[in-house]
């Protein structure tokens, strides 16, 4: 799969690891940025990612900052976007699975490496079950156009 990542500069080490777990697990990882430790802004590195996805060059994503939820806010103002923060593997699995997440954003100061990894993994070894699930994810598409539901 083409894996989108970026982050802060707070993320900035833990997104160097999460690429080379990706490709060590034989995706491509496409870099949005943060370059470095220097102090950058999550919001430019959450839309960047997410419009990757959204514009199809890539399939998923993964965003990080210090705790995962700025970027994800940034990210999830991007039509057809749907960033979950998940601090553990089996809300990333569900995220995929009953959501249809498409990009998955956990903070640097809230898990270390080896949960993020497993974070990662179970988000990329899910899929979205459809079903039942497919009317809500509809349905939180519908209000994203503006629409009224309920």
């Known amino acids: 799969m083409r894996i989108a990542i970026g982050s802060d500069h707070i ?3 833990l997104k160097r690891k999460v690429i080379d777990f990706l490709e060590s697990q034989g995706h491509t990882a496409r870099d949005f940025g943060a370059d470095g430790e220097q102090r950058a802004h999550y919001p430019i590195y959450g839309q960047r990612v997410a419009q990757a996805v959204a514009n199809g060059a ?12 700025g970027i994800s806010l940034a990210a999830n103002k991007v039509p057809g976007i749907r960033a979950a923060v998940c601090s553990e593997p089996y809300s990333a699995h569900m ?7 498409n990009i998955i954003a956990f903070g640097t100061r809230v898990v270390g490496e080896g949960l993020a990894l497993e974070i990662v993994k179970a988000f990329l070894q899910a899929t979205f079950e459809g079903g ?6 509809l349905m939180i598409d519908a209000i994203q156009r503006g629409e009224r539901i309920g």
């Not at 890539?58 to 939820?69: A, E, K, W, Y």
């Not at 039942?132 to 994810?137: G, S, W």
């Open 95 to 101: 995220a995929r699975a009953h959501n249809d997440a």
């Open 132 to 137: 039942r699930h497919l009317e809500r994810v």
């Open 11 to 13: 993320g900035y080490p």
């Open 58 to 69: 890539c399939d998923l994503g993964v965003l990080i900052c210090g705790t995962g939820i």
